[in-house]
Nanobody, 124 residues
């Protein structure tokens, strides 16, 4: 089932920027932590970033730290991922996921709800 909806992916040259959006159902938005993951063919889904239910805590994978920023807009029930200084290795399908509690936020199996994903392609 599709609980979240991602958007904002596209094609960009290396060094460029994109902003991804994740629309979260109102019934879970105020109580769930939200994370971003990415996946390429033949590889396992990897953690990118997460934000706590109140927006007070954020965490990032080492590979994106300093380049990506996750944020929440409570008025619109959306979570954003601002991606700057993009590299070809950032190319992947990006997924938004929600988790009511925080146990191990880097593990995909810990999340309860997912979106269908949005493609990000970074050319050299």
């Amino acid at each position: 089932q599709v609980q979240l909806v991602e958007s904002g992916g596209g094609l960009v040259q290396a060094g460029g920027s994109l902003r991804l959006s994740c629309e979260v159902p109102e019934r879970i938005f105020s109580n769930y932590n939200v994370g971003w993951f990415r996946q390429t063919p033949g590889k396992e889904r990897e953690f990118v970033a997460r934000i706590s239910w109140d927006g007070g805590i954020t965490d990032y994978a080492d590979s994106v730290k300093g380049r990506f920023t996750i944020s929440r807009d409570n008025a619109e029930n959306k979570v954003y991922l601002q991606m700057n200084s993009l590299k070809p290795e950032d190319t992947a399908v990006y997924y938004c996921a929600a988790k009511i509690g925080i146990i191990s936020f880097v593990r995909p199996d810990e999340y309860d709800y997912w979106g269908r994903g949005t493609q990000v392609t970074v050319s050299s």
